[in-house]
């Protein structure tokens, strides 16, 4: 078999999405997702104008030496840019084999390793009595966990919540311009306390709560935090503090027993490596799209695994259909399965990308159509073309930049 076509489509059905397609001599087609949210042009060139090339004339079931040549071909390795273009390559090419086997690509992973996959949802308010609401809402909705995001009094826009402008229609995270949002740490660190204080009182204490910080504390910052939040046991407190820097989190464990989540903005797995030897977290974050695929995330699974290490897939709307199939049939897969982010997608992007897995009572499956079960509608997707859109910037009082 060989690789006679390859395709970029970017598409916006509300957000923007990179998907690339790979088409065989055999007329077999595998998709793989390329979304770098706010940077989606830089992967379609990166694919289009260097990689594509490559790959007509290949055995698509040549999976590792593809993803081994991309990598090390390109001498300049790692970076979200290239390590989403190279997931999209292998995520496609393991489409295509598991197609080629009639089989969904959860057993060539081995196999289901649980009934199904659990998932936690995103629950926000700008004030307690909204977030108590958002998170009734997420548990109508069968979601066995939720993460807990709430505005702070005295700034008007945060991470995790919904905003409205002066006539009360919801103001989009994304936009032509990027939106600034504001922040100050002490509010926030005597705020989060009372945040999880609340929803414990009215839930109980046995819903598994998490919280995002969104990389934004010091690490004595997020030391605090952890230890004031121990009361309330954590599922987890997520990017406690900048990811880039792996130290930091050497003083927050030290500190605190609430368990740790890091790891959606890293795409390799040296991003991991005192993390995991030093068992300084306990959750892995990344995505299939941004580490480069399944083929090194299943790896970093099984490294994570021999330090009790769990998966936790990041889910977020900016991941596609395309890159949550694959994640789903990783989840089903691997042994050391921790939770599943899911937000779901807006009915357009679901016709766009029609898919397998499903979602019943909080929880994920693969399905069981061969491959990663997503079938991309070219002409709807062509209908909605890409539209410029950024995250927003976070700004001190002051006008200081501060993380996002
Ligand atoms: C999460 C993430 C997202 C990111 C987004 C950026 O935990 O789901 O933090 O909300 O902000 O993926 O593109
Ligand atoms: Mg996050």
Redesign the pocket.
């Known amino acids: 078999m060989k690789i006679v076509d390859a395709k970029v489509v970017v598409t916006s059905p509300g957000r923007n999405f990179v998907t690339l397609k790979l088409t065989t001599d055999e007329g077999l087609t595998g998709l793989g997702d390329a979304t770098l949210n706010g940077r989606e042009l830089a992967v379609v060139s990166y694919l289009a104008d260097h990689v594509v090339p490559l790959l007509i004339g290949l055995d698509p079931h040549r999976v590792e030496d593809t993803w081994q040549s991309l990598y090390r071909g390109a001498y300049w390795r790692r970076g979200p840019v290239t390590m989403a273009a190279i997931a999209a390559v292998d995520v496609a090419l393991w489409d295509i084999k598991a197609k080629a086997a009639g089989l969904p690509l959860y057993q060539l992973l081995g196999g289901a390793s649980r009934e199904r996959v659990g998932t936690y949802g995103h629950a926000g308010g700008r004030d307690i009595p909204e977030l108590l609401d958002s998170v009734r809402a997420r548990l109508a909705e069968g979601y066995p966990a939720v993460r807990v995001q709430s505005g702070i009094p005295g700034l008007k826009a945060v991470y995790g919540v919904v905003d409205t402008d002066d006539t009360g229609a919801p103001v989009l995270h994304q936009q032509a311009r990027p939106l600034v949002e504001d922040w100050d740490t002490a509010a926030y660190l005597r705020h989060v306390p009372a945040v999880f204080e609340a929803v414990r009182a009215e839930f109980g204490a046995e819903l598994p709560l998490l919280h995002?910080v969104?990389h934004r504390l010091t690490p004595i910052q997020a030391a605090r935090l952890g230890k004031d939040l121990e009361p309330y046991r954590p599922f987890w407190l997520?990017?406690c503090t900048p990811a880039e820097n792996q130290e930091a989190l050497r003083l927050v464990r030290r500190s605190t027993t609430t368990p740790l989540a890091v790891g959606?903005v890293f795409n390799t797995v040296y991003d991991y490596q005192a993390l995991i030897t030093e068992q300084l977290i306990d959750y892995v974050?990344s995505a299939v799209t941004h580490f480069g695929g399944v083929t090194p995330l299943r790896k970093l699974f099984d490294f994570a695994a021999q330090y009790q290490i769990r998966s936790a897939i990041?889910g977020p709307e900016d991941i596609s259909p395309v890159g949550m199939a694959a994640a789903v049939h990783l989840d089903l897969a691997v042994h050391n399965f921790g939770i599943q982010e899911y937000s779901g997608h807006t009915p357009l992007t679901e016709a766009v990308f029609r898919h397998a897995y499903t979602f019943t009572d909080g929880h994920l499956h693969p399905g069981e159509t061969p491959g990663i079960g997503v079938e991309l509608d070219e002409e709807l997707a062509a209908a909605h073309p890409y539209e410029a859109a950024y995250l927003p910037v976070n700004r001190l009082h002051d006008g200081t930049v501060h993380d996002w």
């Open positions: 995002d969104h997520e990017d959606e974050r990041h």
